[in-house]
């Protein structure tokens, strides 16, 4: 009987194990197939977090835009660097005001200065003459520029009727005038002018050429005045080395030995060439020459 008891009793232990593990084993089942149908809401958990993080990235494009529109504010203060151009104008036109200068991109010779025994039969010169001449050479040697409107040397320069008016004034023709176009009219009145018409520098109207003679021009620039004379020189007569004619006096440009010279210097006396257009008033025009009035001892 006892051992009856003690089989009954091990089976029925036996029993409730089984069913204990049986409902463990069912528990187990129960709580994987929760797990799996639960973690639906972790995802949602992990979503949120992830539009979380997009919520900051905007921001830095933002900021990445406006760093861009704020870039481009700088450009208008570059603007006004543009504008402070005009700044060195006026340097620029200060450039002009030393006429011993050629303008910009002309390139300037030094003036020419002849002495006395360098121009053929300069000593048969009637003794006026020589005293005008000298004159007129001794500024050469100054280095002088070409300067509109002055007739100083200490001005550093003179325009071409300045220096006629300079040399006659102190030789003792207190009478000269001012302007070229004047002093043609001057030369006109006083009956000693010889008309030029021909551009051949052989043509017999330049026969009666002599030493000292005042050379008139038209048309240098463009000036509207009665009469048209724009440019004036004195004539030198021939230097001995070339046998070619050759003057004094101011220019912005003539030459002597085809080299351009800027101011008070000698230079060839050339005959302008042919107009090349209709307006005269834009082409040199070489309309005569003329004892100065007054000038004794010829």
Same mark, same amino acid.
């Given at each position: ?15 409730l194990f089984g069913a204990s593990a ?20 972790t995802p949602t958990r992990k979503h949120?977090?992830?539009? *979380?993080?997009? =919520? #900051? @990235? !905007? %921001? +830095? ?10 870039? &481009?504010? /700088? ?6 660097? *543009?504008?402070? =151009? #005009? @700044? !060195? %104008? +006026? ?10 200068? &050629?303008? /910009? ?10 002495? #006395? ?182």
């Amino acid at each position: 009987m006892a051992l009856k008891t003690i089989i009954r009793c091990f089976l029925l232990g036996a029993l409730l194990f089984g069913a204990s593990a049986a409902e463990a084993a069912e528990e187990s089942l129960g709580t994987k197939i929760k797990k799996v149908f639960e973690p639906a809401p972790t995802p949602t958990r992990k979503h949120r977090k992830k539009k *979380a993080s997009p =919520t #900051p @990235s !905007p %921001s +830095p494009t933002k900021s990445k835009s406006k760093r861009k529109k704020t870039s &481009p504010t /700088p450009t208008p203060t570059e603007s006004p660097a *543009a504008t402070e =151009t #005009p @700044s !060195p %104008s +006026p340097a620029e036109k200060l450039t002009p005001s030393p006429p011993e200068r &050629p303008a /910009p991109g002309k390139k300037a010779w030094p003036n020419m200065s002849l002495s #006395p025994a360098q121009i053929a039969d300069y000593d048969g010169y009637p003794s006026k003459v020589r005293q005008i001449t000298d004159a007129g050479l001794a500024l050469t040697k100054q280095n002088l520029g070409y300067t509109y409107g002055s007739a100083d040397p200490k001005n550093g320069g003179m325009d071409c009727s300045g220096f006629i008016y300079h040399v006659l004034q102190q030789n003792g023709f207190s009478d000269v005038p001012r302007d070229s176009s004047q002093q043609y009219v001057w030369v006109r009145k006083a009956g000693n002018f010889n008309a030029v018409l021909s551009r051949h520098e052989d043509s017999f109207e330049l026969d009666a050429l002599k030493p000292g003679d005042l050379l008139f021009w038209r048309g240098t620039y463009n000036i509207d005045r009665d009469p048209p004379i724009t440019h004036t020189m004195i004539y030198l007569g021939r230097e001995k080395r070339t046998n070619r004619r050759v003057m004094i006096g101011s220019s912005d440009g003539r030459t002597y030995d085809g080299k351009q010279r800027w101011g008070v210097s000698v230079f060839d006396f050339k005959m302008p060439p042919p107009p090349q257009s209709g307006d005269a008033k834009i082409s040199p025009v070489f309309v005569g020459y003329g004892r100065i009035p007054g000038l004794m001892g010829d």
